[in-house]
T-cell receptor
Framework: GAVVSQHPSRVICKSGTSVKIECRSL??????MFWYRQFPKQSLMLMAT?????????EQGVEKDKFLINHASLTLSTLTVTSAHPEDSSFYIC?????????????FGEGSRLTVL | QKEVEQNSGPLSVPEGAIASLNCTYS??????FFWYRQYSGKSPELIMS????GDKEDGRFTAQLNKASQYVSLLIRDSQPSDSATYLC??????????FGAGTRLFVKA
């Protein structure tokens, strides 16, 4: 399968600071990437769809000013959690698809575990 | 009604048995269906994808799809302790978004 790399894998920060998470497609070009969040013992919740060269599309209830997404190239998308608070502590996972339309399989990065003190 | 529903389990089976995991979905126009495995603290990994009604086999795994019933399942034959994980059913909706079920926890007892 396709390789998606995510960095950092773990980050601990103080409340009020901002944290940037990078997601890279290593062996393919990803026009679209997806950002998910997963709380303990819960499923993946789609936060936003990241489109190369355009604004991200956010799911209902996700604050676009708090979770800044930039997809500047076909292989890199970044998620910045601004002014992080303890309730933002979660497992953030990016994914990308090699396909278009309704057939593309999602390949996931390793995930980034954010802990906000 | 949730878009993708799974029994949270846990489902416990003895080693060597068949594990059967089920999933239903609400969006009738969905065309793509996936099963992912997730170990604790790790990100999901793709096991199977299925797009047409019927069965699709890959090694010990068989995915079954019935679009009329809006039902998709995963069978794991000859279950091994290493298969113990949470299995996520995912559906790509008509809006090009992939929605995940809550997952079923599977325990395979040695």
């Amino acid at each position: 399968g396709a390789v998606v790399s995510q960095h950092p894998s773990r980050v601990i920060c103080k409340s009020g600071t901002s944290v940037k998470i990078e997601c890279r497609s290593l062996d393919f070009q990803a026009t679209t990437m997806f950002w998910y969040r997963q709380f303990p013992k819960q499923s993946l919740m789609l936060m936003a769809t990241s489109n190369e060269g355009s604004k991200a599309t956010y799911e209902q209830g996700v604050e676009k000013d708090k979770f800044l997404i930039n997809h500047a190239s076909l292989t890199l998308s970044t998620l910045t959690v601004t002014s992080a608070h303890p309730e933002d502590s979660s497992f953030y996972i990016c994914s990308a698809t090699t396909g278009t339309g309704n057939t593309g399989e999602l390949f996931f990065g390793e995930g980034s575990r954010l802990t906000v003190l | 009604q949730k878009e993708v529903e799974q029994n949270s389990g846990p489902l416990s089976v003895p080693e060597g048995a068949i594990a059967s995991l089920n999933c239903t979905y609400s969006d009738r126009v969905s065309q793509s269906f996936f099963w992912y495995r997730q170990y604790s603290g790790k990100s999901p990994e793709l096991i199977m994808s299925i797009y047409s009604n019927g069965d699709k086999e890959d090694g010990r795994f068989t995915a079954q799809l019935n679009k009329a019933s809006q039902y998709v399942s995963l069978l794991i034959r000859d279950s091994q302790p290493s298969d113990s994980a949470t299995y996520l059913c995912a559906v790509r909706t008509g809006g090009f978004k992939t929605i995940f079920g809550a997952g079923t926890r599977l325990f395979v007892k040695a």
